[in-house]
């Protein structure tokens, strides 16, 4: 099992900036992504971001150039700094955590981001 842990939501002001944290816990091997994603109220939930295990990233177009997830692997932890901070961007997110063989799917109980125009 794998436990999610998040952390650094609040509220500030639009153009501010925050930093969410996820720290994985847990016996399992495999992990091959992690990731963040948020839901707004009356909306589906979206990825925001996602690093892999090589590094690679991919970004949500409406973050791209605002928004830089990182990765501590020794830590097992992501980050997700955010940066000129919009209304828009307040909802829940959500840490993500894939793995395979076999596949799964592990998810963070969610910290709540509200941003004030």
């Known amino acids: 099992q794998v436990q999610l842990v998040e952390s650094g939501g609040g509220l500030v002001q639009a153009g501010g900036s925050l930093r969410l944290s996820c720290a994985a816990s847990?016996?399992?091997?495999?992990?091959?992504?992690m990731g963040w994603y948020r839901q707004a109220p009356g909306k589906e939930r979206e990825l925001v971001a996602i690093?892999?295990?090589?590094?690679?990233?991919n970004y949500a177009d409406s973050v791209k150039g605002r928004f830089t997830i990182s990765g501590d692997n020794a830590k097992n932890t992501v980050y997700l700094q955010m940066n000129s901070l919009k209304a828009e961007d307040t909802a829940v997110y959500y840490c993500?955590?894939?793995?395979?063989?076999?596949?799964?799917?592990?998810w963070g109980q969610g910290t709540q981001v509200t941003v004030s125009s």
């Open positions: 993500n955590a894939r793995y395979t063989l076999p596949t799964s799917n592990y």
């Open positions: 847990g016996s399992r091997f495999g992990r091959i992504a």
């Open positions: 690093i892999t295990s090589d590094g690679t990233t």
